[in-house]
Structures are given as C-alpha cells and as structure tokens.
C-alpha cells in the first residue's frame, strides 16, 4: 500500500501534466496589455504611495467618503487616462503628481477634516493627473481593453489597500502608526517634487 | 484488497483525466461547431466583461426584472450572429466600449433601470457580440451548430451571473450603503472606467 500510493499519485499526476489540452486563442497583445496596465500604477513610487495616501484618508475621513471613493476615483481617473492618450497638455504633471503625494501625505498625518466636498475636488484633480500621465505613457501596441482592466483593476486594489491600511484608525496606537505612515509619503512626495524642479539630480 | 482498489483508483484517475482527450476528438470530428460557439466568446476579453457586467446590472434589479433577460440575451445573440454576414467586419470596439460606460454608470449610480430599458440594453449588448462573434466564422463552419452553442454560453453565462448577484445581494430593499451594495456598485464604476479608457484608446489609434 504505502509503496502503491506514491505510484498513483505519480500516474495522477503525470497524466493531468500530459492531459493540457492547446486552448490558444490569439488574440494580439491581451497578456501584453493585461500585464503592462497592472503593473503601470504599481511601478512608480510617487503614483503608488498617492493612491494608498486617497484610501487611507478616505478611510480617515469616514462615513460618505469611505465608499464613494472606491466607486468614483477609477472613473475620474480615467477621464484623467483619456485627456492622456488624446494628449492633451496639462500643466506641469511631474510636478503635480509629486505635489499630491506631499498634500495628501500632510492631510493623513494631520488629520484634516476638510468638508467632504473640498475633499472630493482635491482627490479629483489629483486623479486626473494621475490618468493623465498613465495614458500619456501607454504602450500603443497593447490590447485596449486588456489595459483597460488591467490599469484599473491595479488601482482599485490600491485604493482598498489603502482603506484596509486606515481602518486601523479605529484604534488610537493605530491613528499614531497612520499618521506616521502619511508623514512618510509627505516626504517621499517631497523627494519626487525636489526632483521634479531639479534641485535632486 | 488493498493493493488492487488503489490499482483501480490508478486506473479511475487515468481514464477520468483521458477524457478530454476524447472530446477532442470529437470537436474534430462532427459537433465542433457547437463547442467553438460555445468556448469563443468565453475566451474573448470583450465578451467576458459585457456579458458579466449585464448579468450583474440585472441581478442588482432583483430577479422578477432580471429574469427576462433568460430568453431575450440567446435570442439577441442569435439576431446578431443572423445580421453579422450583413455588417462584415466592422470593428465593434467603439460600441462595445460605450456599451461597457453606460452599464457600468447605471451600476454605479444603483439606478433603477425599468424592466424594458434593461431588456433594449440587454439585446444591444448581445446583437452587438453576437455579430462581433459571427464575423469571425469561417466559410466551412456549421452555422446552426456555431449558433446553438453561442446562445446557450450566453444563456448560461447570463443566468448564473445574474443569480449570483441576486444571492450576493441577498434583498432588493437592501440600504445603498451597505457593504454588498458599495462592492457591486465599486463594481459597476471600474467597468465604467474600462469602458471609458477603451474608448479612448479606440479614438486615439
């Protein structure tokens, strides 16, 4: 017996691995497309650290902000991801990516209660930076949709992130550790703004 | 005993797993058609996210709406695939994508669509894809074949997504703000980003 099973499994195995059957559907650029829109948002610290910093000060904020973010911000983004690919200019973009990481980095570790609304038109205009420089940078040959789902999927797992992160405001040693956390991207953000305006090479 | 039940179970295992091997064959020999206009759709991108996105929009409106739906989407599709010898190969990308927004913003913003609007926007979607999947039929294909097996993918596909909303929304008088409802409705804006950002990549090319 105990010899005999160890041959099974081997037998099992050994015909599930012969078994895979070519189900190739050629589709130009799908992989290419899904990979690069997922990894797009995540590669680049200032656009990472700018999305948690919107989820973690959703989280922060509370009760309408918490999930209307998560519903609207892809949306603005991609109005942002649209201006981008149709390359339509926007002032400075290196410049205002930086910026947001630094004022939303300060707002999470301040704690600013700002009026749903003057928030909302912060995160918005952020996002449509954000979008912007993801459709100004777009491979061409990628699949359209696959990029599609692929860069918003990254950013909604961002933000959720960033709101599983916040949710730690429920304890008061959790409130210090957020604060300290948007400290940090305050100061990243402000690296990438030196570095923006050149002061770092 | 022992030895013999595992050999048996050696001998289960190598049959169950051979026999895909024989479906193969089969798709080779005589009801390919079936299969391919089963599995095509089920591997094209487009496909996936309209046909999810309309099952969804129609559970989100609860079962007593949703359920036309189980004989007017097989039904579009086959319209479609009929009109897709009419409309050649048109790129269907532009529409598909607008399809994607409009679905994905009547998600997001849980409106109430009536029965009948749900119903247009069902058939849209699928004399849309239907024609999408007709214009990549070859000249040997079996169209009757090809046809039955799109319309019950699309009418499975459809059930069961719209009966997993249901029962993921568990009521219709559900609070908007509850948890099930935000992530259905989170859902419905990221669908409506895709559709947006396909767009204008379509546009842009």
């Known amino acids: 017996m105990s010899l005999h099973v160890p041959r099974a499994l081997t037998a099992a195995i050994a015909s599930f691995a012969l078994m895979q059957p070519a189900l190739a559907h050629e589709q130009a650029g799908v992989a290419g497309g899904l990979v690069s829109g997922l990894l797009h948002p995540v590669t680049g610290i200032d656009h990472l650290i700018a999305m948690v910093a919107v989820g973690i000060w959703g989280a922060q904020l509370g009760a309408p902000a918490i999930w209307i973010l998560p519903i609207t911000f892809p949306l603005v983004m991609a109005v942002g991801g649209v201006l981008g690919v149709l390359h339509v200019p926007l002032p400075m973009p290196e410049l205002m990516i930086a910026a947001s990481a630094v004022i939303l980095g300060v707002a999470v570790a301040a704690r600013l209660r700002l009026p749903f609304a003057a928030a909302a038109l912060i995160v918005a205009i952020f996002a449509i930076f954000h979008g912007h420089a993801h459709g100004a940078e777009l491979p061409r040959a990628a699949n359209a949709l696959a990029y599609g789902v692929g860069f918003v999927t990254a950013t909604g797992l961002l933000h959720l992130f960033g709101i599983a992160i916040g949710t730690l405001t429920r304890w008061p040693a959790g409130e210090r550790v957020i604060q300290g956390l948007g400290a940090g991207i305050a100061g990243i953000g402000c690296y990438f703004l030196a570095q923006g305006l050149g002061a770092v090479a | ?205």
């Not at chain 2, 051979?18 to 080779?28: N, P, Q, R, V």
């Not at chain 2, 913003?105 to 024609?131: D, E, K, S, Y």
Request: aromatic share 6%; proline share 3%; glycine share 10%.
């Open chain 2, 1 to 205: 005993m022992k030895p013999k039940s595992v050999r048996v179970l050696m001998a289960a295992a190598i049959l169950l797993t051979g026999t895909s091997a024989a479906d193969a064959h089969i798709i080779a020999a005589r009801l390919g058609d079936f299969y391919m206009g089963a599995s095509h759709p089920l591997t094209d991108l487009q496909d996936v996210v309209l046909w999810i996105a309309t099952g969804v929009l129609a559970g989100t409106l609860g079962a007593s709406k949703g359920r036309w739906l189980i004989p007017v989407f097989p039904l579009g599709l086959l319209a479609g695939l009929a009109l897709a010898p009419v409309v050649g190969t048109v790129s269907t990308q532009l529409a598909d994508a607008t399809m994607m927004l409009a679905i994905g913003m009547l998600l997001a913003a849980a409106t109430q669509v009536p029965t009948l609007a749900l119903c247009a926007i069902a058939f849209a979607v699928a004399v849309l894809r239907g024609a999408a999947n007709g214009a990549e039929l070859g000249p040997e294909t079996d169209r009757l074949l090809f046809a039955a097996g799109l319309a019950c993918a699309g009418y499975g596909v459809v059930t069961l997504t719209m009966a997993l909303t249901v029962v993921f929304k568990r009521t219709a008088s559900d609070s908007v703000t509850s948890w099930r409802a935000i992530a259905i409705r989170a859902l419905g804006g990221w669908i409506a980003a895709i559709g947006l950002m396909m767009a204008s990549l379509v546009l842009a090319s």
